[in-house]
Antibody, heavy 119, light 112 residues
Framework: QITLKESGPTLVKPTQTLTLTCTFS??????????VGWIRQPPGKALEWLAL???????RYSPSLMSRLTITKDTSKNQVVLTLTNMDPVDTATYFC???????????WGQGTLVTVSS | QSALTQPASVSGSPGQSITISCTGT?????????VSWYQQHPGKAPKLMIY???NRPSGVPGRFSGSKSGSTASLTISGLQAEDEADYYC????????????FGGGTKLTVL
């Protein structure tokens, strides 16, 4: 059974760096073909893909946020970490991590964590 | 980044069928089979309903089906049920810029 859970701060100030951790179980990020992605959703708005990391440490980033995003993995801890620098109120959103089942396809999602950017 | 285009809302009565469209370009929907559909109830995480245009994950009712014609993908729900009321998002692999996956703007399905 695959599960994922996001953790991190619920409130960050503008210009600060956001660090979110996705802790998962039921699969290994050392297994060929496996990937974990991050997707966010501002309140009342659509989903937006942010980043993806594969078992072989290959990484993909949304071009619009690439300069601010970093995704890393800790295979031994079954965790994926996303950092987003220079936070702005427009970055207020629920952040989800998800398991990649196929190309651009996420079959299991975490419950999401709401991050608010405010001074 | 350009999102896939979906109608903002659709509605139908219980038992009826509805179709939600998802229009992209030759950089995404038009040239790749990696189109997915997600259902999202308020305050919940998205749930994968269709992948690779027309495949249903285990546990998804057969009332949900997907198809594609050119650069437009479609999700059809037949025999509408009250619990189908939710937001639906399409997504596709894209070769545009270095973007990997693009989502649609979402469609609110109301069961009358």
């Amino acid at each position: 059974q695959i599960t994922l859970k996001e953790s991190g701060p619920t409130l960050v100030k503008p210009t600060q760096t956001l660090t979110l951790t996705c802790t998962f179980s039921g699969f290994s990020l050392s297994t060929s073909g496996v990937g974990v992605g991050w997707i966010r959703q501002p309140p009342g708005k659509a989903l937006e893909w942010l980043a993806l990391i594969y078992w072989n440490d290959d990484k993909r980033y949304s071009p619009s946020l690439m300069s601010r995003l970093t995704i890393t993995k800790d295979t031994s801890k079954n965790q994926v970490v996303l950092t987003l620098t220079n936070m702005d109120p427009v970055d207020t959103a629920t952040y989800f991590c998800a398991h990649l089942i196929s190309v651009a396809t996420f079959d299991y999602w975490g419950q999401g964590t709401l991050v608010t950017v405010s001074s | 980044q350009s999102a896939l285009t979906q109608p903002a809302s659709v509605s139908g009565s219980p038992g009826q069928s509805i179709t939600i469209s998802c229009t992209g370009t030759s950089s995404d929907v038009g040239n790749y089979k990696y189109v997915s559909w997600y259902q999202q109830h308020p305050g919940k995480a998205p749930k994968l309903m269709i992948y690779e245009v027309s495949n249903r994950p285990s546990g998804v009712p057969g009332r949900f089906s997907g198809s594609k014609s050119g650069s437009t993908a479609s999700l059809t729900i037949s025999g509408l049920q009250a619990e189908d009321e939710a937001d639906y998002y399409c997504s596709s692999y894209t070769s545009s810029s270095s973007l990997y996956v693009v989502f649609g703007g979402g469609t609110k399905l109301t069961v009358l």
